[in-house]
């Protein structure tokens, strides 16, 4: 699973210093219950599963402050996608179909809400 | 027929772990010529310089080739032991089955097929060699020290002391470098100023030193113990003979608008200035960027100002050439810019400052007076934030990959510093790791956490923004496990320290190399380390890598060593692996003389026999022995083929290339 992370994300979490600059930028930080130095840490280490399970890859903005910041280019925000992506190809299906989408239209929903629902939203 | 004698060496596991020593010895006794084969543990060593120079004895050897490592380890020592016992040093040739065979491949089969090809290249071209006798050349005892910083004056005074004429080259107006704007030094906070100048006044004092400041070095020619160096005297528009640094001009002078570089820009001087009081020499000098007169004609205040008569505007550059048998680089650091770390608001708010601008906030002689005082409002600041590794470590194109070493230190330092003098401060420290080895460098890092209260905390800060007059610092506390909100007034950035920007096109006129960073390389890096691979060049402090003081000045006078080891002999041994033209082939065209590094090459006409007893006058080349180097650059360069390096000739290249391909 490890390995499987580290093929999609193209990140080496090994090259990371745990400095914390990640964190120290992550802006969604109290919505997490891992962060994103504990992320790199996390899949250096194999606990995939927990990352798997935890609802804060999902709160993650992706904002990619952390791949901006990181002085050594681990990229961070690239593995929690990973993770998701992970999680989505392990269960083989989304969240949401697209058949779904038109009960759940708002007209105030920005489009790219509902992108991103397709890969994010939970029941 | 040559009679050659191979010796390969085992290196301890080293070769004999990827090569089979004993076939490679047996394989290459069925060489032509080979009249003895063995091999041996360490060859290097007594015994084994001994068997080889019995066999020499016992088995009548012409030639010698040695199976080992790297010529650039043991070449000399085989020769040496060759020479004694009586055959020319030219006549020992090394395979190298250790850096170029047994640590690079893995397989035994593969290692030994490899170390027996390049042995034999080894045989094919001792058949071919010569003996070489090499002359001598006289030593210029004379020195050059490149850079005026703590490097540059240590290296100096000491080659100095020795008896040897030495000069220093400064770009500055005055010498001391960047220790003059630093405030104390750790581990004991001794005042930089006091230490430093009493070494600037002995260096200016001394009768075998010349300080040429404000100068820079134009052009350097030659080769060990010979080399001539033009040294460019800018115009400072002050006769430094007349000038008595009286300080008038540096008051009346009515351009008051210039940033002042001594201070980092952090306050205002003078078109016309003395970097500070303690400069050396102390002598004024226009800054032509800023100075009215100079740029329009109209001012000359501190023309009428200055009872000695020194201002000349009409002042320009001037060239000076002098000889020199070595040189020392002493060219320093400058801390990184800042410009590409927006995070950290360095260039949106004036209370962002760099380690070396905080010095300058808390040094008595400094814009302040030595009170901390916020730089936007001149308050002073309650709450105060340290980040360490601000472009060091990085491997990306904003930072350097390197640790810069000093800033675990001088931040201990200034925090502590903070602390002592203004007890109602607060002061965090955001740090990765605290790498303090050295004599009581640790222990001052405790005394500042136990001692001075000084909040270590193990993370990073990731963003600064400057609102409503304060700072507010976003960070991480990785130990802790939470993330920061800290309302500083001052953001101090440790900066990564890089080598100076005239290091690299110095390195290029000195032929000297560096390494990816621009720092310059050591001829080894843990037995040579003062040294640079090219002769007669020498390395004292940070152009070498990142240093403190204590460890600066001990390089530095390793490298005044070095040099007086030199400048003591009279003369050198050239190396007789020297170009030779083939007078009969060369065709006058001048390549070699172009692409020459050295100037070796001239050109002469001279007189052939031509058919029927007719003489023809022919334009050739000649080599000047004493000069050439043995770079081979020449023997390329040439089309006809007419010039070949003594040692390495063509004919000799070729012969292992086939031996090789056989």
């Known amino acids: 699973m490890m390995e499987t992370i580290r093929r999609i994300s193209g990140v080496n979490p090994r090259k990371c210093m745990k400095c914390g600059k990640c964190t120290a930028s992550c802006p969604a930080y109290d919505e997490m219950e891992f962060h994103p130095h504990q992320f790199v840490d996390m899949v250096e280490t194999g606990r995939i599963e927990e990352l798997m399970q935890s609802k804060g890859i999902y709160t993650c903005l992706s904002c990619f402050a952390c791949v901006e910041r990181c002085p050594r280019s681990v990229e961070p925000a690239k593995l929690i996608e990973a993770v998701r992506l992970a999680v989505l190809r392990q269960q083989n299906e989304n969240h949401l179909t697209a058949n779904d989408i038109a009960e759940k239209l708002d007209p105030e929903l920005p489009q790219q809400a509902i992108t991103s629902a397709f890969r994010k939203y939970r029941k | ?662």
């Open chain 2, 1 to 662: 027929m040559q009679r050659i004698g191979v010796f390969v060496c085992w290196c301890g596991s080293n070769i004999a772990a990827t090569v089979d020593v004993e076939k490679v010895s047996q394989v290459l006794a069925q060489e032509p010529g080979v009249v003895f084969s063995t091999n041996y543990q360490y060859m290097c060593s007594q015994a084994g310089q001994e068997m080889i120079q019995e066999s020499i004895h016992k088995y009548q050897l012409t030639g010698v080739v040695i199976c080992s490592c790297s010529p650039r380890m043991h070449e000399a020592t085989f020769r040496k032991t060759c020479e004694k016992a009586g055959l020319n040093a030219h006549m020992v040739e090394i395979a190298n089955i250790r850096e170029q065979c047994s640590w690079i491949h893995k397989d035994m089969a593969t290692g030994t097929e490899k170390a027996v090809i390049l042995g034999r290249a080894a045989i094919a071209k001792v058949h071919l060699n010569a003996p070489l006798t090499a002359g001598q050349s006289p030593v210029k005892k004379r020195a050059l020290v490149i850079g005026g910083g703590i490097a540059g004056i240590q290296t100096a005074l000491d080659i100095a002391d020795a008896g040897f004429d030495v000069d220093i080259v400064e770009k500055q107006p005055t010498i001391g470098g960047k220790m003059t704007q630093i405030d104390k030094t750790f581990p004991t906070l001794d005042c930089a100023a006091c230490i430093l100048t009493p070494k600037m006044v002995d260096a200016a004092q001394h009768e075998k030193i010349h300080i040429y400041s404000y100068a820079e070095v134009e052009k350097v020619k030659g080769f060990v113990g010979n080399f001539q160096v033009t040294i460019k005297k800018k115009a400072r528009y002050v006769d430094e003979t007349k000038c008595t640094g009286c300080g008038l001009c540096t008051e009346k002078c009515p351009q008051k608008k210039v940033p002042n570089a001594f201070n980092l820009g952090l306050d205002n001087r003078r078109a016309i200035y003395i970097p500070f009081a303690q400069a050396v020499p102390k002598i004024a000098t226009i800054d032509a960027d800023y100075c009215t007169m100079l740029k329009s004609g109209k001012c000359g205040v501190c023309s009428k100002v200055c009872t000695a008569g020194a201002i000349d505007y009409k002042q320009t550059d001037t060239y000076i050439e002098e000889e020199y048998g070595a040189i020392v680089v002493a060219t320093g650091f400058n801390p990184i810019k800042l410009d590409k770390y927006d995070e950290f608001a360095y260039s949106q708010s004036p209370d962002v400052v760099t380690s070396l601008e905080f010095e300058r906030l808390m040094n008595a002689a400094g814009p302040t007076g030595g009170t901390l005082l916020r730089p936007s409002d001149g308050a002073h600041p309650h709450t105060i934030v340290f980040v360490q590794c601000v472009g060091s470590r990085c491997d990306d194109e904003k930072g350097k990959p390197y640790c810069s070493k000093i800033c675990c230190m001088y931040t201990a330092k200034h925090a502590m510093l903070c602390r002592e003098k203004y007890p109602d401060t607060d002061v965090y420290v955001f740090y990765i790791d605290v790498r303090t080895p050295g004599k009581n460098f640790d222990e001052f890092y405790r005394r500042a956490v136990e001692e001075y209260g000084v909040h270590y905390i193990k993370g990073m800060v990731g963003k600064v923004v400057p609102q409503d007059g304060k700072l507010k610092v976003q960070a991480s506390d990785l130990l802790g496990g939470s993330q920061l909100h800290i309302e500083a007034d001052m953001v101090v950035l440790a900066a990564a320290i890089e080598p100076d920007e005239t290091a690299r096109p110095l390195a290029t006129m000195l032929t000297a190399s560096m390494d990816t960073n621009d720092f310059f390389t050591e001829a080894h890096p843990k037995l040579r380390p003062v040294e640079s691979p090219t002769a007669g060049i020498f390395l004292s402090g940070a152009c070498q890598g990142p240093k403190d003081i204590p460890e600066t000045v001990a390089q530095a006078s390793a490298a005044a060593a070095k040099v007086i080891g030199l400048l003591c002999k009279d003369s050198l041994t050239c190396n007789p692996c020297t170009a030779q033209p083939d007078e009969l082939m060369c065709n006058g065209c001048s390549s070699c003389e172009k692409v020459c590094p050295y100037g070796a090459i001239t050109y002469a006409d001279k007189e052939f026999r031509g058919p029927n007893r007719t003489t023809l006058l022919r334009r050739v080349a000649q080599v000047n022995p004493a000069v050439c180097q043995g770079c081979g650059a020449c023997t390329v360069a040439c089309p006809s083929g007419a010039m070949d390096l003594k040692g390495f000739s063509n004919q000799q290249i070729m012969a292992e290339v086939d031996a090789i391909c056989r």
